[in-house]
């Protein structure tokens, strides 16, 4: 190698003593190809970091899609409760203050009378249930009523295996007046 400073360099070594450019060149000869690398390692870094914010953005999705779910199926019971219970104690004067025990688990078609469905209960489902679990001294009839939603993706079908489904369950007791 000649390290000669007016052989085979540019202008801007020349005002470098003979050494400090002949070691600099041997130097910079040395680092060929270290850039490459370097450029690789940050390009898989990013990738990497890239595929792992995809997985959160997705999971935080069905998250958010599993809660919706669920708060149409609690409202779905809340207005199955809604109905038994003004079906149990109506507004009239005369009440009934008898459970509807022929149904252990009496549906609820969540539609308006006109036979469509009700915006926000799409795909939805609710049951009810209602005991007369005791009877006072006085006559004071006491009541569990129960009522289950269940609200879906899609169409529920019991043999679809991609569908998502989520259940809620409501409680109340009540007594006769």
Do not use: W
């Not at 799409?122 to 209602?130: K, Q, R, W």
């Amino acid at each position: 190698m000649n390290c000669n400073p007016n052989a085979n360099m540019s202008i801007r070594y020349q005002h470098l003593p003979e050494i400090k450019a002949c070691t600099y060149l041997a130097y910079s000869s040395k680092q060929q190809g270290s850039s490459l690398i370097l450029a690789l390692f940050v390009i898989i870094i990013l990738t990497l970091l890239g595929s792992v914010l995809m997985r959160m953005i997705s999971t935080s999705s069905e998250t958010v899609s599993q809660e919706i779910l669920g708060t149409r199926a609690y409202m779905a019971a809340n207005s199955a409760m809604q109905a038994e219970l003004q079906l149990l104690f109506p507004f009239s004067v005369t009440s009934s203050d008898t459970c509807d025990t022929a149904f252990t688990d009496k549906p609820y078609d969540l539609q308006t009378a006109f036979g469509e469905d009700i915006p926000g209960l799409y795909d939805c489902e609710a049951t009810t249930s209602c005991e007369n679990y005791h009877t006072g001294l006085d006559g004071t009839k006491y009541y569990r009523l129960t009522s289950t939603g269940e609200c879906g993706s899609g169409v529920m079908d019991a043999n679809s295996k991609v569908i998502v489904k989520s259940s809620r369950t409501i409680q109340v007791e009540a007594r006769s007046l």
